[in-house]
């Protein structure tokens, strides 16, 4: 009854018009995305209509009706999934540019698809040599490019879970997920007789399950902590609070592990509620840090005391031009606990004035060290 | 009769031209004055690195000519003539067992003496003194940080020229401003990289006083070549002395002479990145140089007592004329130290290479310093830039220079 553009058309209707159902509901009802969807969905009905009443408005020789009698291609989705694709990208255009880049790939993906599924039906009367062709012609791009999504698309559920769930119960989730998908594998490899349709079986259950929990989480979003800090931005650097006291959010999962893969210039130290500073290859403590204008050094510091604490490096100050203020320049490591250590990565491009040296000093503790930059 | 006795005279001179040649070449390799020469050890890293070439050179030169003498015997012994074609065999198992004994076996003699020599030359534990050395396209800048017990109270800082204590353990502490860099000072030990965002150690000691050259060995950009270094060891006394000096406060220039107009057009010009430590602007505050505003990597050369040293544009050029250079390069150790810190003096000052210097650095030292084209690197000078000075201008600034001693 249907011919294939009509196919099309009415699966192009039935996309937009839920996309327009889904836009109205889930973003705003008045808005403009919601008007151009249904847009879609009318004129895509319309055509559906003369492509019908038309007959794809082909127009056969009785050769070729015999021939296509022959040849009728047989059922394809691809078709639909390219009007998915429209949908989406239609639909992206209208909210966020990731449904529309998503869309453009579909399109690309079906359409390539489909063209080699047509090319390869014309190519003989032997449906099995037929099938051949069409597997070599995309067979190479297609396994890799399903288990590229395929993977791509399980990561992507797996974060939104974790994203979700609280810290805690993220890490028992991720332990009862593995040990169930190895206690499977397991029962998989040692019980021939599980193979085959309990396999399917399991990895279909598995993947709907996946989707279920992973859409869930995506919906509901980050946990309340993350999306908080990601909208105050409280880990930037014009956010540090470089007091003594704790800070709720820049001291908030400090991190107390160090990578020593930079190199590092000078380790300071608190012990015994003392100050000191030691580099490599003096074999003395020492009371100045030298680092070289402009050269991104980095100094590490290490909290033997009792109590948390942090290094403040003070850089002088400067005078805001627009209000004549003059302020604080410096930066501070995270509060560190006992037996923990920070890394502070400096780059200074002038060298302090006999007026304003620069220093390090921790706040509560009595002494500092001096920084020079020739 | 007489074409074979032409053949085998022509064949002769050929061989004797040749192996005239070969000589030749081989000698040329036994020159004397070669201040980068590996196997003139001033220092005892360096005599390690050279006791290990003793071992290994030899050994290896025995090996080489045995085996490229033997292939030259089988192929000249073995050459097609029309014969059948041998027999072809499996192998002899013993000969093969033997060829791999026998290298395996020198390779471990080789081994053992390699292995030692590279875990003494990284001992560090015994330093006496730290210079950090940070490379940058395309010179070499040396801080000393505070030291008290070498007499260094406040940081110094130069360029081009590491100056040293004779007999004392220096580490080096390398790093690098932008791009990968390679330290090497031939007579006194071996090359280690200065690579961004990392601190290397090297170690260097001299024996006696003297000067020793050496250059950048990780290309670096257009003037890799040009990125020289020279290492100037004094003896305890005179590195003191070199040390006060250092640490002496800045004098300007007194009014109404020549040299105070090139202090002012010191702070016009050449502030924009170099750093004269002291130096005061019109109005009494600290003239700040702002390389970072200027140039690519960030720093230019401080110019601080810029005279008590021999070499500038990453001692490409001399600032001593010939003469002077020689009376300092070739001083014997007794009088090295004193030739050396009597820094340059307007007579023995090389004023043709620094005015053409001040006049169109680039045109000295290629330096990407064409400023049409410096979109990528933001507008910034990789090196320093022809900044049009008038020949008025320089010779003020010549005139200023020379008060930095």
Known sequence: ?374 | MDTVNNVKSSRRRFSTTVAGLTGLLFLAGCATNAPQDTWQAKGPNAQKISDLQWIVFPIAGVVGVLVLALAGYIMFKYRDKGQPIPTQGHGKPTAEIILTIVPALILTVVGVFTFRAIFELAKTEDTEMIINVTGQQWWWEYDYPVQTELGINTPIISSGQLVMPVGTKVLLRETSRDVIHSYWIPALNGKKDAVPGRIHLLRLEADKPGIFAGQCTEFCGLSHANMRMEAVALSKEDFAKWVANQQKAYTSPADGTLAKEGETVFLNQCVRCHQVNGLKKADGTPALAAPDENVYSGAAPNLSHLMSRNTFAGAMFDLLRKNCRSDVWDATSEEFGAKYLAGVSESCLNQTDLRAWLRNAPAMKPMYADPTKLTKTGGKYRGMPNLGLTEDDIDKLVAYLLTLK
């Open chain 1, 1 to 374: 009854m249907f011919t294939p553009s009509s196919k099309y058309f009415v699966g192009l209707t039935g996309i937009a018009l839920v996309s327009a159902i889904l836009y109205m509901f889930l973003i705003n009802p008045s808005d403009l995305g919601a008007i151009a969807l249904f847009g879609v969905a009318a004129s895509s009905a319309l055509v559906a209509g003369f492509t019908l009443f038309t007959r794809d408005g082909d127009a056969f020789t009785d050769e070729e009706a015999v021939a296509a009698a022959t040849y009728a291609p047989g059922a394809s989705i691809w078709p639909i999934v390219f009007a998915l694709g429209a949908a989406l990208v239609l639909t992206g255009l209208a909210t966020v540019p990731v449904v529309f880049i998503l869309g453009i790939g579909v399109l690309f993906g079906a359409g390539l698809e489909w063209t080699i599924q047509n090319w390869s039906q014309r190519a003989s009367a032997d449906t099995a040599f037929n099938s051949f062709v069409r597997e070599r012609a995309i067979g190479a791009l297609e396994y890799p490019g399903l288990a590229a999504v395929g993977l791509g698309v399980i990561a992507y559920l797996f974060s939104r879970v974790f994203l979700s769930l609280s810290k805690d119960a993220g890490t028992i989730f991720f332990i009862v997920v593995a040990a169930v998908i190895f206690a499977i594998g397991f029962l998989i490899a040692f019980k021939p007789a599980m193979r085959g349709k309990a396999t399917v079986l399991i990895a279909v259950a598995g993947a709907v399950a996946l989707l279920v929990i992973g859409g869930i989480a995506a919906l509901s979003g980050e946990r309340h902590e993350l999306a908080v800090a990601s909208e105050e931005d409280h880990y930037s650097a014009e956010h540090r609070e470089c007091e003594v006291e704790k800070s709720e959010h820049y001291d908030h999962h400090a991190n107390n592990q160090v990578s020593l893969r930079s190199a590092v210039t000078a380790t300071i130290f608190v012990e015994d509620g003392k100050l000191r500073a030691q580099a490599i290859g003096i074999k003395k403590d020492i009371d100045t840090i030298t680092i070289p204008r402009s050269l991104g050094t980095t100094v590490i510091f290490r909290n033997l005391d009792e109590t948390e604490h942090r290094l403040v490096v003070n850089l002088g100050s400067h005078t805001v031009a627009e209000t004549g203020v003059k302020e604080k320049v410096g930066t501070c490591t995270q509060l560190t606990g006992k037996k923990q250590e920070q890394a502070l990565t400096l780059t200074i491009p002038k060298p302090a004035t006999p007026e304003e040296p620069y220093f390090f000093e921790v706040p509560g503790i009595e002494g500092e060290i001096k920084l020079v930059v020739p």
